[in-house]
Each structure stands twice: as C-alpha cells, then as structure tokens.
C-alpha cells in the first residue's frame, strides 16, 4: 500500500529519486572505470591482488557480478533515501506518528492538485459528502447552514447568542485528518438528564442519532460544540475568526466556513398558510411552501464568498431539502455569488425522501423546491440515484426519490444519473461513490472553469 502510494504519479517524489540514482549511478560507473584500470593494467600481485580479486568478485561470471552489484546498490539507495528524510523531516513532523509519511506527502502534494470545490449546505448530507470529496482534493470548502435551534447547539445559541455550531462540527471532524480519534472525541456528549428527556421520542427516520437538548450542566451537550463555542469567545465573539481557529487547530483537510456569522432563524410558510418557526420544528412538519431566513439583512461571510468566487466546482446538497440546503442558499449574497461565479454547479439530489419534510417528494418536486426559492436556475447538472435495491434501515418511512423529470424547465440543466446510494442504507448516499459521481461530471465537463452563465446573472438581478 504504502509502495503504490510512493509511486503514484505527481507526488514530486520519483523524479527526485530518479536523479540521485543518476548521479550514483555515473559515480559508480567512474568507480568501476578505475577499478577496471587496477586490475588489468597495473593489478597488485600477491595477497593484495587476492583480496582485490575477491572484492570485484572476480572469480564470477560478469553478468553474475553486474546484477549483484545492481541488487545490493539499489537497495541501498532506497533505503538510504528513505531514512535520510525521515531524520531530517520527523524532528519537524506535525503529523500523527501511526499515519505513514507519504499519506502526508500523498496529501500535501497530489491531493492539492485536485479541483477548488465547494459544497453548500449542512446536516449529515454535507459531512457525508465530504467524507468522499477528501480524497480527490484538498482545496476543498464547506460552506454551512447555521440555523440550527434545537439541542445543544441551540442551548449554546440561545445561552452565548452565537450561531449554530452543530452543523459546523460535523463538517470539520469529516475533513480532520485525525478522523477516527478526533471524531469520537468531537462527536462525544456528555451524559446526563438530556438524552434522558427526551428518551420516549421517536428517533430520526434515517437512524442517525438524535441531537438533545441539555436540561442542566454539561448533559447532551457535545464536546465539539463546546470547543468552538470556547474559541469564538477567546475570539472577543468573532465567530467566523473562531471557525477559522477550529479549521487550524484540528488540521483540516480544506476548510469550514459558516454561510453567516450571524444567528439566524428559518420560518417556514405551510400549504395550508400557516407559519411556522425553527429549523428543529419546521424538520418534522409536512406541506412545507417556502421557508425563508430572519433577519433580512444578514450578510454572508468573507470566506463564503471569496471560495465560491474560486471555485471549479459547487455542489449543492446532499442534506435535508428545506432546513439544510435552502437555509444556505437563502442567506443574501450567496445565490448571486454562485450565478455570479464560473463554477460548474452540481445539485445532488437526496437518495431518499425525509419523513415529514419532503415526505412523497421526486425528482422534479426538489428541483420546484430549488424554483420556489430563487435558486432553481443554479444547477448546470442534476446529479440523482438509479440504484433502488438498497436495503432499507429498520423502522425507515422514507422512500426512495422517483426519477420524475421536469420536462419545461427552463433552463434546462443535464441529468446525469448514477449509483450514487450506500448499498447497506437507502436513506444514505455512498461517500465513495458520490465523490466519484461528481468527479466523474467534472472530468466530461473539460476540467476547467467555466465563464458566468448570463442567464444565470440575469435571473439573480
């Protein structure tokens, strides 16, 4: 594993290896010359010209001598190569000690060769896709929904008048290079009365666990939100500047920036005409017509915009349709920014409807959701599932999204189809295949930056 990692192409390691095996190579062929010399033209007599005859292994065949000598030299080099960089290199080593060196090397160099990227939204969906995304490029950007109210992410809002942290954690211990561990101890929450409050409440359709609100003290509370809770008050309140500290201090592979660095609130406008606010309330309602965010006059964040004006590529979803994408893609400034932008824009389909929110909701019906909004014009491509076996979580009342395509709309982005679900879940998308999906659209797109959509632009203005 390790070898093929070492020999991938444009990690910057084999050419140099390739030099220095040059230069040996004409050093030994210089050694070789004279010794060549020694011992035809002026060879010692007696026991010296013995052990001279025995050191140039005289007494073989000459092709035996060359390939012994080829043998022996290579492996040498190599593993004289080898561990001169690691004594000049781990005295400086920031990496964790069980992670072999070229996983670093592999993700410094080849990864940052990979496409800008930016991916809008929040909940599971994001972190999922970034779990994917991670390993075909570092330049990679998340751009978060905030407006979380409910568990500990909504204790901590209401009680520090911060924005919401929760979706925000998740996406950074996707991208932390120190996943396994730091993801167990980011994701941990503290025991106490708030899980136990709420103990007799059906769990999430899809089967991920449930965030609580924390009764008293540190219960339900996770200790990622703590910790970036923490540095938004070293921060003197800063909450964008004490995301870009959480991004540092944990290594992210790319960054996590939060759509607004203000705290915001989603309201929600039923079939019906009744209004309804909070993102954690409005999760479970049906007949969901619009949703809008409060206050109006929010502005995005620097990071926000200044990545999706870089980006090759903005992928908008996975996640929950009306309290995860649309929240993000409501915040002022950002939809104008991504019709605004060159990027090629993918709007990835949920593999499977949400009980309550989007509950009989296909294809078509999403992309009406993204019409209603304002953004329905975004998309260049519509990424969507044609895997419908899957095996579906015990207790799950969804269904997966029917391929109903909206034949007028105008204009009209291109449906590409594939198997985008996790065989074993089929309320969850496959991290692997659906960064490969995306990929994949990239490479048949030119792999290049595009110039803004006009039709984009004027549709925004």
Not at 57 to 77: C, D, E, K, N, S
Not at 229 to 245: C, W, Y
Request: charged share 20%.
């Amino acid at each position: 594993m390790n070898l093929r990692r070492w020999l991938t192409v444009g990690i910057g390691v084999k050419r140099w290896l390739l030099v220095s095996f040059a230069g040996l190579l004409v050093l030994a062929l210089g050694v070789a010359h004279t010794l060549r010399q020694v011992t035809a033209v002026d060879r010692p007599s007696g026991p010296a010209g013995v052990v001279l005859d025995f050191l140039t292994l005289q007494f073989l065949p000459y092709q035996v001598r060359g390939a012994i000598a080829g043998t022996v030299g290579l492996v040498l080099f190599l593993l004289g190569a080898y561990r001169l960089v690691r004594a000049l290199v781990d005295p400086f080593a920031l990496w964790d000690r069980d992670q072999p060196m070229v996983e670093v090397i592999y993700q410094k160099r080849f990864l940052a060769r990979g496409p800008r990227i930016v991916a809008i939204g929040g909940g599971t969906g994001l972190s999922m896709l970034l779990r994917g995304l991670k390993e075909h490029t570092s330049n990679l950007t998340a751009v978060v929904t905030v407006a979380d109210d409910g568990g500990s992410s909504g204790a901590l809002r209401a009680e520090l008048g911060i924005p919401a942290v929760g979706d925000i954690r998740n996406c950074v211990v996707a991208l932390a290079d120190a996943e396994p561990l730091m993801g167990r101890l980011l994701q941990y929450r503290f025991p106490g009365d708030g899980p136990a409050s709420r103990a007799g409440k059906a769990p999430p359709a899809d089967g991920s666990p449930e965030e609580v609100a924390p009764q008293a003290g540190l219960g339900g509370h996770a200790v990622g939100n703590l910790l970036l809770a923490a540095l938004v008050q070293l921060q003197e309140g800063d909450f964008e500047e004490g995301v870009r500290e959480m991004n540092r201090v944990l290594a992210v592979r790319g960054r996590v920036v939060p759509a607004t660095g203000t705290a915001i609130t989603l309201h929600a406008r039923l079939d019906d005409g009744t209004e309804v606010e909070g993102q954690s309330r409005i999760s479970r309602t049906n007949r969901v017509d619009r949703v809008w965010v409060e206050p109006a006059g929010v502005r995005p964040t620097d990071d926000a915009l200044h990545a999706i004006a870089e980006a090759e590529v903005i992928v908008i979803g996975p996640g929950s349709l009306f309290t995860s994408l649309l929240p993000a893609l409501l915040v002022p400034g950002i939809r104008e920014a991504i019709a605004g932008s060159g990027a090629l824009v993918v709007f990835t389909c949920n593999v499977a409807t949400q009980p309550g929110e989007t509950g009989g909701f296909d294809l078509a019906d999403h992309l009406d959701a993204l019409g209603r909004h304002g953004a329905g014009h975004l998309p260049d491509v519509v990424l969507a599932n044609n895997r419908f076996n899957a095996l579906a979580p015990a207790g799950w009342l969804g269904e997966p999204v029917r391929l109903r395509w909206p034949p007028t709309a105008v204009p009209a982005p291109r449906l590409v189809l594939d198997d985008l679900v996790d065989p074993a879940n089929a309320h969850h998308h496959s991290p692997d295949r659906l960064a490969a999906a995306i990929m994949a659209v990239w490479d048949r797109e030119g792999g290049r930056r595009r110039r803004p959509s006009s039709s984009r632009v004027e549709r925004t203005a």
